[in-house]
Protein backbone atom coordinates (compact mmCIF):
# COMPACT_ATOMS: atom_id res chain seq x y z
CA UNK A 1 0.00 0.00 0.00
CA UNK A 2 1.19 3.44 -0.56
CA UNK A 3 2.49 5.27 3.00
CA UNK A 4 1.01 8.93 2.79
CA UNK A 5 4.41 11.10 3.72
CA UNK A 6 4.48 12.69 7.78
CA UNK A 7 1.63 10.22 8.72
CA UNK A 8 3.81 9.94 11.57
CA UNK A 9 3.02 13.01 12.84
CA UNK A 10 -0.20 11.46 13.59
CA UNK A 11 1.41 9.99 16.96
CA UNK A 12 -0.08 12.51 18.95
CA UNK A 13 -2.91 13.33 16.80
CA UNK A 14 -6.74 13.18 18.65
CA UNK A 15 -10.00 11.38 17.20
CA UNK A 16 -11.04 10.63 14.89
CA UNK A 17 -10.53 8.28 11.99
CA UNK A 18 -14.00 7.46 10.23
CA UNK A 19 -15.62 5.20 7.61
CA UNK A 20 -15.54 6.78 4.05
CA UNK A 21 -15.09 4.91 1.18
CA UNK A 22 -17.00 4.08 -1.53
CA UNK A 23 -20.31 4.38 -1.59
CA UNK A 24 -21.75 0.79 -1.97
CA UNK A 25 -24.24 -0.65 -4.60
CA UNK A 26 -27.83 -0.78 -3.81
CA UNK A 27 -27.32 -4.57 -3.90
CA UNK A 28 -25.18 -4.40 -1.38
CA UNK A 29 -26.60 -2.14 0.98
CA UNK A 30 -30.03 -3.74 0.68
CA UNK A 31 -29.17 -6.12 3.39
CA UNK A 32 -28.14 -3.26 5.78
CA UNK A 33 -26.06 -5.90 7.88
CA UNK A 34 -24.26 -7.78 5.11
CA UNK A 35 -20.62 -9.30 5.08
CA UNK A 36 -19.61 -5.02 4.55
CA UNK A 37 -17.94 -3.62 1.11
CA UNK A 38 -14.12 -4.47 2.16
CA UNK A 39 -12.05 -2.47 4.92
CA UNK A 40 -11.20 1.34 5.28
CA UNK A 41 -7.44 0.79 4.83
CA UNK A 42 -8.21 -0.97 1.76
CA UNK A 43 -10.30 1.63 0.11
CA UNK A 44 -8.15 4.33 1.19
CA UNK A 45 -4.31 3.39 0.76
CA UNK A 46 -3.50 3.14 4.39
CA UNK A 47 -1.63 0.87 5.68
CA UNK A 48 -1.18 -1.04 9.03
CA UNK A 49 1.06 1.05 10.90
CA UNK A 50 -1.51 3.99 9.56
CA UNK A 51 -4.84 2.57 10.98
CA UNK A 52 -2.58 1.19 14.40
CA UNK A 53 -1.34 4.64 15.14
CA UNK A 54 -5.14 6.56 14.80
CA UNK A 55 -6.87 3.48 16.84
CA UNK A 56 -4.50 3.98 19.30
CA UNK A 57 -5.12 7.52 19.58
CA UNK A 58 -8.59 6.94 19.60
CA UNK A 59 -8.85 4.72 22.62
CA UNK A 60 -7.18 7.33 24.53
CA UNK A 61 -9.34 9.94 23.36
CA UNK A 62 -12.29 7.59 25.29
CA UNK A 63 -11.71 10.47 28.05
CA UNK A 64 -13.57 13.02 26.47
CA UNK A 65 -16.68 10.53 26.33
CA UNK A 66 -17.03 10.02 30.51
CA UNK A 67 -19.18 11.78 32.39
CA UNK A 68 -18.04 14.17 34.65
CA UNK A 69 -14.98 14.96 32.27
CA UNK A 70 -16.15 18.09 31.47
CA UNK A 71 -16.43 20.98 34.02
CA UNK A 72 -20.16 21.53 35.34
CA UNK A 73 -21.23 19.44 32.67
CA UNK A 74 -20.55 21.43 29.56
CA UNK A 75 -17.98 21.27 27.03
CA UNK A 76 -14.89 22.91 27.24
CA UNK A 77 -14.39 25.82 25.25
CA UNK A 78 -11.80 25.85 21.72
CA UNK A 79 -9.33 27.57 24.24
CA UNK A 80 -9.07 24.50 26.49
CA UNK A 81 -6.95 21.60 25.63
CA UNK A 82 -9.49 19.02 23.96
CA UNK A 83 -7.02 16.38 22.61
CA UNK A 84 -6.05 13.42 24.59
CA UNK A 85 -2.57 14.36 24.47
CA UNK A 86 -0.89 17.60 25.76
CA UNK A 87 1.48 17.00 22.51
CA UNK A 88 0.92 18.86 19.12
CA UNK A 89 -0.72 17.12 16.84
CA UNK A 90 -2.29 17.70 12.68
CA UNK A 91 -6.03 18.39 13.66
CA UNK A 92 -6.92 21.73 12.29
CA UNK A 93 -9.71 23.77 13.63
CA UNK A 94 -11.37 25.28 10.20
CA UNK A 95 -11.73 28.70 9.79
CA UNK A 96 -14.60 31.01 10.57
CA UNK A 97 -16.87 31.34 7.67
CA UNK A 98 -19.35 34.50 6.91
CA UNK A 99 -23.23 33.86 7.92
CA UNK A 100 -24.78 35.34 5.42
CA UNK A 101 -22.90 33.14 2.64
CA UNK A 102 -24.70 30.61 0.87
CA UNK A 103 -23.18 26.87 0.09
CA UNK A 104 -22.38 24.96 -2.64
CA UNK A 105 -23.57 22.01 -4.35
CA UNK A 106 -22.40 18.56 -3.01
CA UNK A 107 -20.77 16.73 -4.89
CA UNK A 108 -23.61 13.55 -5.50
CA UNK A 109 -22.60 10.12 -6.67
CA UNK A 110 -24.96 7.22 -6.47
CA UNK A 111 -26.51 7.28 -2.61
CA UNK A 112 -23.97 9.40 -1.45
CA UNK A 113 -22.85 13.44 -1.96
CA UNK A 114 -19.80 15.14 -0.70
CA UNK A 115 -18.16 18.01 0.86
CA UNK A 116 -15.51 20.13 2.31
CA UNK A 117 -15.55 21.07 5.94
CA UNK A 118 -15.98 24.74 5.16
CA UNK A 119 -18.98 24.44 2.38
CA UNK A 120 -20.54 22.34 5.57
CA UNK A 121 -20.37 25.04 7.81
CA UNK A 122 -21.85 27.05 5.31
CA UNK A 123 -24.86 24.81 5.31
CA UNK A 124 -24.70 24.06 8.95
CA UNK A 125 -25.04 28.02 9.56
CA UNK A 126 -28.15 28.21 6.81
CA UNK A 127 -30.10 24.95 7.61
CA UNK A 128 -29.21 23.21 11.15
CA UNK A 129 -27.83 26.18 13.23
CA UNK A 130 -31.01 27.87 14.05
CA UNK A 131 -31.59 28.86 17.81
CA UNK A 132 -35.40 30.19 18.33
CA UNK A 133 -35.50 30.72 14.81
CA UNK A 134 -32.46 32.54 14.29
CA UNK A 135 -29.78 31.45 12.12
CA UNK A 136 -26.21 31.38 13.92
CA UNK A 137 -22.73 31.61 13.16
CA UNK A 138 -20.74 28.38 13.78
CA UNK A 139 -18.53 29.45 17.13
CA UNK A 140 -14.79 28.62 17.51
CA UNK A 141 -15.72 25.80 20.13
CA UNK A 142 -18.20 24.00 17.49
CA UNK A 143 -15.59 24.69 14.77
CA UNK A 144 -13.01 22.85 17.13
CA UNK A 145 -15.54 20.13 17.53
CA UNK A 146 -16.26 19.50 14.17
CA UNK A 147 -13.18 19.21 13.46
CA UNK A 148 -12.75 15.75 14.96
CA UNK A 149 -14.03 13.84 12.15
CA UNK A 150 -17.73 11.34 11.82
CA UNK A 151 -17.81 12.19 15.52
CA UNK A 152 -17.36 15.72 15.27
CA UNK A 153 -20.33 16.07 12.94
CA UNK A 154 -22.76 14.28 15.39
CA UNK A 155 -20.69 16.51 18.28
CA UNK A 156 -21.88 19.66 17.17
CA UNK A 157 -25.33 18.90 16.45
CA UNK A 158 -26.35 17.21 19.62
CA UNK A 159 -24.10 19.49 22.04
CA UNK A 160 -22.62 17.06 24.49
CA UNK A 161 -19.87 14.59 23.42
CA UNK A 162 -21.82 11.22 22.28
CA UNK A 163 -22.38 9.20 25.11
CA UNK A 164 -24.36 6.08 23.15
CA UNK A 165 -26.35 5.50 26.67
CA UNK A 166 -29.87 4.92 24.58
CA UNK A 167 -29.07 3.09 21.83
CA UNK A 168 -31.51 0.77 20.01
CA UNK A 169 -30.88 -2.15 17.67
CA UNK A 170 -33.09 -5.36 16.35
CA UNK A 171 -31.89 -9.21 16.57
CA UNK A 172 -33.52 -11.28 14.67
CA UNK A 173 -32.94 -15.14 17.26
CA UNK A 174 -35.16 -17.17 14.81
CA UNK A 175 -33.41 -16.23 11.97
CA UNK A 176 -29.86 -16.39 13.81
CA UNK A 177 -31.15 -20.30 15.17
CA UNK A 178 -32.18 -21.29 11.61
CA UNK A 179 -29.02 -20.20 10.16
CA UNK A 180 -26.93 -21.93 13.04
CA UNK A 181 -28.53 -25.54 12.50
CA UNK A 182 -29.90 -25.71 8.39
CA UNK A 183 -26.22 -24.03 6.78
CA UNK A 184 -22.61 -24.75 7.26
CA UNK A 185 -19.30 -22.99 6.77
CA UNK A 186 -18.27 -21.66 3.86
CA UNK A 187 -15.15 -23.24 2.11
CA UNK A 188 -12.78 -22.35 4.23
CA UNK A 189 -14.45 -21.03 7.05
CA UNK A 190 -13.40 -21.64 10.43
CA UNK A 191 -16.71 -21.89 13.02
CA UNK A 192 -15.52 -19.32 15.17
CA UNK A 193 -15.86 -16.89 11.72
CA UNK A 194 -19.17 -18.63 10.78
CA UNK A 195 -20.54 -17.78 13.98
CA UNK A 196 -19.63 -14.16 13.88
CA UNK A 197 -21.16 -13.85 10.23
CA UNK A 198 -24.16 -15.63 11.60
CA UNK A 199 -24.72 -12.99 14.40
CA UNK A 200 -24.14 -9.65 11.71
CA UNK A 201 -26.39 -10.69 9.02
CA UNK A 202 -29.17 -11.43 11.90
CA UNK A 203 -29.60 -7.86 12.93
CA UNK A 204 -31.52 -5.43 10.82
CA UNK A 205 -30.53 -2.11 10.80
CA UNK A 206 -34.15 -0.77 9.46
CA UNK A 207 -35.70 -2.40 12.23
CA UNK A 208 -32.92 -0.85 14.98
CA UNK A 209 -33.70 2.49 13.85
CA UNK A 210 -37.60 2.30 13.56
CA UNK A 211 -37.65 1.02 16.84
CA UNK A 212 -35.36 3.97 18.04
CA UNK A 213 -37.49 6.29 16.21
CA UNK A 214 -41.00 4.74 17.57
CA UNK A 215 -39.84 5.34 21.01
CA UNK A 216 -38.18 8.59 20.40
CA UNK A 217 -41.57 9.65 18.90
CA UNK A 218 -42.99 8.20 22.59
CA UNK A 219 -40.45 10.10 24.25
CA UNK A 220 -41.38 13.44 22.66
CA UNK A 221 -45.29 13.03 23.19
CA UNK A 222 -44.26 12.86 26.99
CA UNK A 223 -42.17 15.82 27.11
CA UNK A 224 -44.82 17.90 25.94
CA UNK A 225 -46.19 20.08 28.31
CA UNK A 226 -44.18 18.36 31.24
CA UNK A 227 -42.82 21.07 33.74
CA UNK A 228 -41.12 19.00 35.79
CA UNK A 229 -39.27 15.46 35.30
CA UNK A 230 -41.67 14.18 37.25
CA UNK A 231 -44.80 14.80 35.14
CA UNK A 232 -42.41 13.72 32.15
CA UNK A 233 -41.37 10.38 33.65
CA UNK A 234 -45.15 9.96 34.91
CA UNK A 235 -46.46 10.57 31.27
CA UNK A 236 -43.73 8.51 29.38
CA UNK A 237 -44.26 5.65 31.62
CA UNK A 238 -47.98 5.85 30.65
CA UNK A 239 -47.37 6.30 26.92
CA UNK A 240 -45.34 3.01 27.10
CA UNK A 241 -47.97 1.36 29.22
CA UNK A 242 -51.20 2.55 26.51
CA UNK A 243 -49.03 0.83 23.86
CA UNK A 244 -48.01 -2.73 25.85
CA UNK A 245 -44.39 -1.42 25.53
CA UNK A 246 -41.93 -3.57 27.53
CA UNK A 247 -40.02 -0.20 28.28
CA UNK A 248 -42.47 0.27 30.50
CA UNK A 249 -41.22 -2.03 33.36
CA UNK A 250 -37.76 -1.02 33.00
CA UNK A 251 -35.85 0.00 36.32
CA UNK A 252 -36.13 3.26 37.63
CA UNK A 253 -32.38 3.51 37.44
CA UNK A 254 -32.42 2.32 33.89
CA UNK A 255 -30.81 4.49 31.63
CA UNK A 256 -33.74 4.87 29.91
CA UNK A 257 -35.47 6.59 32.66
CA UNK A 258 -32.56 9.22 33.85
CA UNK A 259 -31.11 9.42 30.53
CA UNK A 260 -33.35 13.32 30.49
CA UNK A 261 -31.55 14.33 33.67
CA UNK A 262 -28.17 13.70 32.41
CA UNK A 263 -28.40 15.30 29.28
CA UNK A 264 -26.30 18.76 29.66
CA UNK A 265 -28.30 21.17 28.24
CA UNK A 266 -31.52 19.69 30.11
CA UNK A 267 -29.60 21.95 33.06
CA UNK A 268 -28.57 24.90 31.40
CA UNK A 269 -30.51 28.21 31.39
CA UNK A 270 -30.03 28.31 27.98
CA UNK A 271 -31.00 24.91 27.11
CA UNK A 272 -34.20 23.48 29.12
CA UNK A 273 -33.45 24.72 32.57
CA UNK A 274 -34.61 21.43 34.07
CA UNK A 275 -38.02 22.13 31.86
CA UNK A 276 -38.52 19.23 29.77
CA UNK A 277 -41.22 20.64 27.65
CA UNK A 278 -38.42 22.79 26.48
CA UNK A 279 -36.52 19.58 25.15
CA UNK A 280 -36.70 16.92 22.39
CA UNK A 281 -35.86 13.73 21.36
CA UNK A 282 -33.22 13.25 18.51
CA UNK A 283 -31.38 10.13 16.75
CA UNK A 284 -27.91 9.70 15.71
CA UNK A 285 -26.02 5.66 15.22
CA UNK A 286 -22.93 4.10 15.77
CA UNK A 287 -21.27 1.32 13.46
CA UNK A 288 -18.46 -1.02 15.68
CA UNK A 289 -17.10 -4.02 16.24
CA UNK A 290 -18.60 -6.51 18.55
CA UNK A 291 -15.09 -8.21 19.91
CA UNK A 292 -13.86 -5.55 22.37
CA UNK A 293 -13.72 -8.02 25.58
CA UNK A 294 -10.21 -8.23 26.03
CA UNK A 295 -10.10 -11.42 28.39
CA UNK A 296 -12.50 -13.18 25.44
CA UNK A 297 -10.84 -15.71 22.89
CA UNK A 298 -8.80 -13.88 20.27
CA UNK A 299 -11.75 -15.76 17.46
CA UNK A 300 -14.02 -13.12 19.07
CA UNK A 301 -11.66 -9.94 18.62
CA UNK A 302 -11.01 -11.10 14.87
CA UNK A 303 -14.44 -12.40 13.46
CA UNK A 304 -16.86 -11.31 16.71
CA UNK A 305 -18.50 -11.96 19.63
CA UNK A 306 -22.03 -13.66 18.78
CA UNK A 307 -23.09 -12.49 21.72
CA UNK A 308 -22.00 -9.08 22.23
CA UNK A 309 -23.91 -6.06 22.08
CA UNK A 310 -27.41 -7.90 21.37
CA UNK A 311 -30.78 -5.74 22.08
CA UNK A 312 -32.46 -6.79 24.82
CA UNK A 313 -35.33 -9.16 23.43
CA UNK A 314 -38.33 -7.00 24.98
CA UNK A 315 -37.19 -3.24 24.42
CA UNK A 316 -34.44 -3.44 21.93
CA UNK A 317 -32.12 -1.63 24.48
CA UNK A 318 -28.27 -2.51 23.42
CA UNK A 319 -26.25 -2.33 27.21
CA UNK A 320 -23.33 -0.46 25.78
CA UNK A 321 -21.24 0.03 28.96
CA UNK A 322 -18.79 -2.61 27.51
CA UNK A 323 -18.01 -0.35 24.64
CA UNK A 324 -14.23 0.67 24.48
CA UNK A 325 -13.94 2.01 20.85
CA UNK A 326 -12.10 -0.88 20.15
CA UNK A 327 -11.84 -1.48 16.42
CA UNK A 328 -11.54 -5.20 15.02
CA UNK A 329 -8.46 -7.52 15.45
CA UNK A 330 -6.59 -8.60 12.18
CA UNK A 331 -6.99 -11.99 11.02
CA UNK A 332 -4.49 -12.14 8.34
CA UNK A 333 -1.10 -10.31 7.85
CA UNK A 334 -2.03 -7.02 6.26
CA UNK A 335 -5.72 -6.50 7.81
CA UNK A 336 -6.62 -3.27 9.56
CA UNK A 337 -9.37 -1.88 11.07
CA UNK A 338 -10.65 1.38 12.18
CA UNK A 339 -12.88 1.66 15.36
CA UNK A 340 -16.14 3.28 15.07
CA UNK A 341 -18.30 5.74 12.08
CA UNK A 342 -21.00 8.17 13.71
CA UNK A 343 -24.16 9.39 11.80
CA UNK A 344 -26.27 12.53 12.42
CA UNK A 345 -29.90 11.61 11.75
CA UNK A 346 -31.91 14.46 14.47
CA UNK A 347 -35.31 14.81 14.15
CA UNK A 348 -36.26 14.07 10.17
CA UNK A 349 -39.75 14.02 9.16
CA UNK A 350 -39.34 11.53 6.73
CA UNK A 351 -41.09 8.33 7.28
CA UNK A 352 -39.47 5.97 4.48
CA UNK A 353 -35.98 5.05 6.00
CA UNK A 354 -34.74 4.77 2.72
CA UNK A 355 -34.91 8.10 2.17
CA UNK A 356 -33.46 9.26 5.05
CA UNK A 357 -30.03 11.38 4.88
CA UNK A 358 -27.04 10.48 7.34
CA UNK A 359 -24.52 12.92 7.83
CA UNK A 360 -21.13 11.59 9.06
CA UNK A 361 -17.31 12.21 7.45
CA UNK A 362 -14.16 10.65 6.43
CA UNK A 363 -11.86 11.32 9.19
CA UNK A 364 -10.74 14.56 11.12
CA UNK A 365 -9.51 17.43 9.88
CA UNK A 366 -5.49 17.59 8.84
CA UNK A 367 -5.69 19.69 5.49
CA UNK A 368 -1.41 19.65 5.46
CA UNK A 369 -1.11 16.77 7.40
CA UNK A 370 -0.78 13.09 5.99
CA UNK A 371 -4.55 12.26 6.33
CA UNK A 372 -5.39 15.79 4.58
CA UNK A 373 -8.60 17.83 4.71
CA UNK A 374 -12.02 16.51 6.03
CA UNK A 375 -14.72 15.51 3.76
CA UNK A 376 -18.62 15.32 4.93
CA UNK A 377 -20.98 13.10 3.78
CA UNK A 378 -24.63 13.18 3.24
CA UNK A 379 -25.48 9.32 2.62
CA UNK A 380 -28.72 7.78 2.45
CA UNK A 381 -29.62 5.26 4.54
CA UNK A 382 -29.24 2.04 2.68
CA UNK A 383 -25.46 3.46 1.95
CA UNK A 384 -24.87 4.28 5.75
CA UNK A 385 -26.37 0.94 6.97
CA UNK A 386 -24.33 -1.02 4.50
CA UNK A 387 -21.77 -0.58 6.65
CA UNK A 388 -17.88 -1.84 6.20
CA UNK A 389 -16.19 -5.25 7.40
CA UNK A 390 -14.65 -3.15 10.21
CA UNK A 391 -17.83 -3.61 12.05
CA UNK A 392 -20.37 -6.03 12.55
CA UNK A 393 -22.96 -4.17 14.66
CA UNK A 394 -25.48 -0.79 14.30
CA UNK A 395 -27.10 1.03 17.10
CA UNK A 396 -29.17 3.97 16.62
CA UNK A 397 -29.31 6.11 19.60
CA UNK A 398 -31.47 8.62 21.07
CA UNK A 399 -30.71 11.86 23.15
CA UNK A 400 -31.74 14.51 23.81
CA UNK A 401 -31.46 18.18 22.93
CA UNK A 402 -33.67 21.89 23.21
CA UNK A 403 -36.55 22.24 21.02
CA UNK A 404 -35.31 25.56 20.01
CA UNK A 405 -32.69 24.01 18.07
CA UNK A 406 -33.14 23.18 14.80
CA UNK A 407 -31.55 19.83 13.29
CA UNK A 408 -33.32 19.25 10.37
CA UNK A 409 -35.55 21.02 8.02
CA UNK A 410 -39.10 19.81 6.69
CA UNK A 411 -37.41 18.06 4.15
CA UNK A 412 -33.98 16.98 3.80
CA UNK A 413 -32.48 17.13 0.21
CA UNK A 414 -29.12 15.30 -0.04
CA UNK A 415 -26.49 17.27 -1.63
CA UNK A 416 -28.47 20.76 -1.06
CA UNK A 417 -27.01 23.50 -2.54
Known amino acids: ?8 ALTTAGIVLCTAGLTPSVSQAAGGTGDGTGSYADSNGLTVDDIRLINALNEEALDLGRPGKTPGGGLPSATESLRPSAAADDRVTPP ?15 DRATTGISNYIRKWQQVYSHRDGRAQQ ?36 EKHRNALENTSPRPGETRAEFEGRIAKQSFDETKGFNRARDVASVMNKALDNSRDENAYLSNLKAELAKNDD ?16 NTPSFKDRNGGNHDPSKMKAVIYSKHFWSGQDPR ?4 KRKYGDPDAFR ?6 LVDMSKDRNTSRSPAKPGESYVNFDYGWFG ?4 TNPDNTIWTHANHYHSPEGGMGPMQVYESKFRSWSSGYTDFDRGTYVITFIPKSWNTAPAKVKQGWP
Open 1 to 8: MYKRSGFL
Open 311 to 316: PDRNTG
Open 296 to 299: SASD
Open 347 to 350: DQKE
Open 96 to 110: AEPLDRMPDAYRARG
Open 138 to 173: MTEQQREQLSYGCVGVTWVNSGPYPTNKLAFASFDE
Open 246 to 261: ALADEDSRSNFYSALR
